[in-house]
């Protein structure tokens, strides 16, 4: 797909104008882009990387808190999420902040052991509750919708202690813990996402040794994981579904990362590649649940279990849906909930350990060397990989609104981020695109991050923040840097202004 440019009468005559007017003149301009008067937009967070109070307002201990207590120094700079941005004492700060940019929505996680000290609904903690009351009370009193995540990561330690996610019974514990949320806040919040980024927290199962619980079941246990969530997914839907949404009258979906792998060469053993990668890394979750057939993503199926036999497995490594279970999970969503960062030239190769989901997957990603490279060594700016990955959604998993989640680049703390403005203004362009050129169904979009907070491995020397954090300063003090006036323009006019249009 190339980027079109659409003319408009109005445009033609401006254009026609720039043209005289400019002997340099070579692209033609572009009206400023315009969002949906009803379109949300917002700035998300979560629990873990900004709440602290590890173990304030009876709290358990959840996988991280665990994993960096008992493993110091795993991160970059050796911080933790003990304290960071201590929102869980500064909330009332950080709505003012979101507040001072405009937003329509706020996207929070809730921390499952603050509510449920050790997973299970045996043990509801009041003060838990009654903290995200305050946060969602706040919200509301100004004007701010919650987009609330019930998963984002940070998983009670008394339920890895059972195993965690791969053992298929963390489901049930899932659904008690969703039903205790829509009970305490459904009748104020309306928007719910079972997980984020199944991908990445199925790596804690994988090896990755900064994502907790950092289990090195490669290729095994991952796949566990992927079923147990899955299924954990669907039964917390239904349960909206069947016992909460006459009254309440909300939306529950997931949020999935979609990374794009774009092929590098117009080789069909690399096209395939590509797709492959795109199917073991996002629709490995997105299919069971969005499109009409169900189950895992066929290329998959087929590829871990001939990779099992030949590798002397008695079964596939991937655990499979029976008929029930394809049908039980089907069509648990009411819109896709989207992360999207980047995207990586991808072609026919090897890599990863055996077994591994990327030795199953049998393709390589590259890197765009060309484009702008983030704080973060796996992000570069690559705009136009965004309104592939809108469009690949939309041809996959036709008829599902789509809600961007996530979407952000870091640096190291500059407060006259132009390198994050930039990002921000392509990639909005890009989303735009979609939408009005392509009949993309985008509905919302929640910029990563408000704050600068606990990036997971890299600790706080990559900041993804549209506030500077002052992670030295016993208040955490938070000032605002450029590009949260350059968002909250958008988000106030609902207008991408001419320049960044492409
Ligand atoms: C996705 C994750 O959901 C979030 O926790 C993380 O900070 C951002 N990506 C940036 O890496």
């Keep these: 797909m190339r980027t079109t440019v659409k003319m408009t009468s109005a445009t033609r005559a401006h254009s026609l104008l720039l043209l005289v007017a400019s002997t340099a003149a070579w692209g033609v301009a572009q009206d400023a882009g315009q969002f949906p008067a009803d379109f949300l937009f917002g700035v998300a967070t979560a629990s873990y990387q900004i709440e602290g109070a590890w173990n304030e307002g009876g709290k358990g201990e959840n996988i991280f808190d665990h994993m960096f207590h008992t493993t110091p120094n795993l991160t970059t700079d050796g911080t933790n999420g003990d304290v960071a941005c201590d929102s869980y004492h500064k909330y009332e700060t950080d709505i003012e902040l979101a507040k001072n ?82 009970e305490n806040y459904g009748d104020r919040v309306k928007w719910w996402q079972t997980f984020n980024e199944p991908a990445s927290f199925v790596a804690g199962y994988s090896g990755n040794t900064a994502i907790a619980p950092a289990i090195n079941s490669s290729g095994v246990g991952d796949y566990m994981a992927a079923y147990t969530l899955l299924k954990a997914h669907a039964a917390a839907y239904r349960l909206y579904d069947e016992q909460y949404r006459a009254t309440q009258q909300g939306k529950v979906g997931i949020t999935i990362n979609v990374m794009w792998y774009e092929p590098a060469t117009d080789a069909q053993a690399d096209v395939d590649a590509a797709e492959r990668k795109n199917q073991f890394y996002a629709g490995l979750y997105g299919h069971p649940i969005f499109t009409s057939e169900g189950d895992y993503p066929a290329v998959v199926k087929q590829r871990v279990a001939e990779n099992s036999q030949a590798e002397g497995y008695p079964r596939s490594r ?161 000032t605002p840097k450029a590009s949260s006036r350059f968002l909250e323009e958008i988000f106030r006019t609902k207008t991408l202004p001419a320049k960044y249009m492409r």
């Design 101 to 182: 940019m405009s937003v329509d929505v706020y996207r929070l996680s809730i921390a499952w052991a603050r509510i449920l000290p050790t997973g299970d609904i045996n043990n509801i903690n009041q003060e838990g509750i009654d903290y995200y009351n305050n946060v969602i009370d706040g919200l509301l009193a100004n004007d701010i919708e919650p987009v609330i995540t019930m998963f984002h990561w940070d998983l009670p330690q008394k339920l890895q202690d059972i195993g965690g996610w791969p053992n298929p019974r963390l489901a049930d514990y899932f659904v008690e813990y969703a039903r205790v949320l829509y």
């Design 318 to 478: 991937l655990i499979e849906f029976t008929p029930e279970e394809v049908e039980y999970i089907k069509g648990t969503a009411d819109f896709f909930g989207l992360n999207h960062y980047t995207s990586y030239p991808t072609t026919e190769g090897v890599s990863g350990s055996n077994p591994s989901m990327d030795l199953d997957a049998g393709a390589v990603a590259g890197d765009y060397t060309d484009y702008p490279l983030a704080a973060s060594s796996w992000l570069r700016s690559v705009p136009w990989g965004f309104r592939k990955t809108l469009n690949w959604l939309v041809q996959q998993y036709p008829g599902y609104p789509i809600f961007v989640m996530e979407n952000g680049w870091s640096d190291t703390g500059e407060l006259d981020d132009q390198g994050r403005i930039d990002y921000y203004g392509a990639y909005l362009a890009e989303m735009l695109n979609a939408m009005n050129e392509d009949g993309v169904p985008v509905i919302g979009y929640t910029a990563w991050s408000l704050l600068d907070n606990f990036e997971w491995g890299t600790g706080f020397t990559t900041r993804f923040g549209l506030h500077y954090v002052d992670i030295t300063d016993p208040d955490r003090k938070r």
